[in-house]
């Protein structure tokens, strides 16, 4: 009966881990909460689609609400202090672009990009795009892909 | 033994028994008797309750333990066979859950969901040029401030 607990426990646990949260603060706004609300666009990406583009994950919200807009930078701003490796630039005292790269999890490398379109000095909008971005390829591969 | 010459019959072996509770057998009839009363296809009231009492308590002790030792292992048998099958319906929904979260291809556009997965990886194409916009000005801003001091140097 012990031992039928252990594997019991064990099987649990294991199915646990491989659900476990990410960690990141920016996993807050990825509840659902943009799905039905209007101004604002999520795409989710993940599987064959996000191979096509040498990831695991692409997960991605567009806001037009300055309110969320505020709410999106200051979290992304706190994961950027656990950052490995970061660009930023500050407009007016204000996040406008951000490419953290994120310590590891499961050997799969994690990326947040930021932007502040309200800051742009070339025709600026008002929309705020926020894109995590999880998967083996680096950081350069990344760039690539964004430049393609 | 070998001096008691075999039974052959119902009719002798219920007189070997009415010996036997005489207590006028000796060690070798009783031996054989025994031995009778174990293999013999014959059945009445005398040989049965000479069964029993010769018998049937350790007959039924062996069977008893026997079925004990089926028992115990039967219920072995069914624990490691419930703990692969709960093994396999854990990994099972496992990697079921993951499947399921895997493939996701979606957007959410002001409430509407797009499920084309051409239209969402156009939006992703999007999304990667503005952020390329604003990487470049990031990048021309930085040449033309190596520009500036270059000139400034010179």
């Given at each position: 009966m012990k031992r039928f607990?252990?594997?019991?426990?064990t099987c649990l646990l294991t199915a646990m881990a491989a659900m476990a949260q990410?960690?990141?603060n920016i996993n807050r706004l990825f509840d659902g909460r943009y799905k039905k609300a209007p101004g604002a666009?999520?795409?989710i990406v993940t599987g064959s689609q996000a191979c096509e583009i040498g990831l695991d994950v692409y997960h991605s919200v567009s806001v037009t609400d300055k309110t969320q807009a505020e709410i999106i930078e200051n979290l992304v701003v706190k994961d950027g202090t656990k950052a490995m490796d970061k660009e930023v630039e500050y407009r007016h005292g204000q996040l406008y672009?951000?490419?953290y790269t994120m310590p590891k999890q499961r050997s799969s490398n994690r990326y947040i990009f930021f932007l502040n379109q309200n800051l742009a000095r070339k025709s600026p909008k008002n929309v705020v795009t926020l894109i995590y971005m999880e998967g083996r390829a680096s950081a350069d591969k990344i760039k690539k892909l964004i430049r393609k | 033994m070998s001096n008691y010459r075999p039974i052959s019959s119902q009719q002798e072996l219920e007189q070997l028994i009415e010996r036997y509770f005489d207590g006028m057998t000796t060690v070798e009839e009783e031996a054989a008797l025994r031995h009778e009363l174990a293999h013999c296809p014959w059945s009445s009231e005398?040989?049965?309750?000479?069964?029993v009492v010769m018998g049937y308590f350790v007959t039924h002790r062996k069977q008893q333990q026997r079925q004990h030792a089926m028992g115990s292992t039967r219920q072995r048998i069914i624990g490691i066979a419930a703990s692969i099958a709960i093994i396999l319906a854990v990994g099972g929904y496992t990697l079921w859950h993951q499947q399921q979260s895997r493939d996701i291809c979606v957007a959410y556009v002001n409430g509407q969901v797009v499920q084309s997965n051409d239209q969402v990886m156009a939006m992703i194409a999007d999304d990667l040029d503005r952020i390329d916009n604003a990487a470049n000005a990031m990048t021309d801003q930085l040449s033309s401030l190596g520009e500036?001091?270059?000139l400034d140097n010179e």
């Open positions: 607990t252990i594997i019991i426990l990410k960690g990141l666009t999520e795409i672009y951000g490419f | 005398d040989i049965d309750d000479a069964r500036a001091l270059e």
